[in-house]
């Protein structure tokens, strides 16, 4: 009876003890919010962004290189690559490119070998490649599954586990993937996409929580970022009922959140970034309520050809 009492008083105290340290925690993230620290310098950094080539990749790698970062650009077009590559070099700065199509593993594995001749680590992923079939699902083809499937979550799973290793040895890094707001919410016409960035966003929890529960005291952050619509084309007919609130985002601030979120070491961010409050209050709602505020909001993909 005494021993059940006292292991009663202690769990009552680790739990008050428990609550006053999240408290605590939550106030000092929410001073951050207000007053952000300075943001982490980067320069030296080597930094792997995979589709490169165009639309949020290449912004990124320009970015990323103007802050003294050297890049290495993937893509499965390599004179698309290259051109991120010679742009980068034209503001001054120091880049790589490959042609690599990150949905086949021994390509992954090959090219990660060849990365590992040209620069001695890489210290930062930046999971980019994607595509994004839009329109009803049954009438996406079965191949067209399969390489959304295959590009946007396995090309992510191939990379990590290319370059994690080497991060580990080092007990630092950082992983990026790109999510999208499709990947927090189901969205009409672009279900096996949305299946596709919802894994990448499971796929970043779960590494986070195995990077913070390692005993080796890892230094490894993981990122993960969920657009709405970036204007580069690859979402050709975005639905906005209030532009004012869900607007586009332009490519060039879009990578310069990213850039931000890899200084800031944030873990999950959505473009704008606002939305994540919105997300979060909408997602406790009972779901006819969820779908009212849905309808009222009457913004998605119309779907596509291409
Ligand atoms: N643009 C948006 O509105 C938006 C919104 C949410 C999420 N995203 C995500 O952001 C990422 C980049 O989007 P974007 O708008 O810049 O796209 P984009 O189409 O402009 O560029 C994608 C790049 O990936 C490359 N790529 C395609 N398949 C590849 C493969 N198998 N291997 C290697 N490279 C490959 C393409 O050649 C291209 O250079 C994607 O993952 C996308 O799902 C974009």
Redesign the pocket.
Known sequence: MILQLYSLIIMSLDFCFMVCKAFVMWACIFYRTLFPAELKSISGKIVLI??????????VALQFAQLGCTIVC????LE??QETATEVEAIGGKASAFH?????QKDVELKAKLVKNVVPHIDIII??????PCHPFLSHSIQEID?CI???VK?CIWVVREFLPGMIERKQGHLV???????AMGCENVVP?SA??FA?RGMMEALTEEMRRDSRNLDIKCTT???????????QR?RVKFPSFLR??N?KD?ASIIVRAVRRGDTLVF?PEYVYYFWLLIKILPSRVYDYVVDFFDTGLEPHDE
Do not use: H
């Open positions: 995979t589709g490169a080539g165009r639309g949020i990749g290449r912004e993937w893509d499965i077009n698309a690559a690599c199509d990150v949905s086949q999971n980019n490649a994607g595509i994004m390489r295959d590009i946007n090309g993937s790109m999510s999208s707001i499709a990947g996409y596709s960035k990448v970022i969920c657009p709405f619509v970036v204007d580069t084309g690859l979402c975005p586009v985002t490519v879009a473009m």
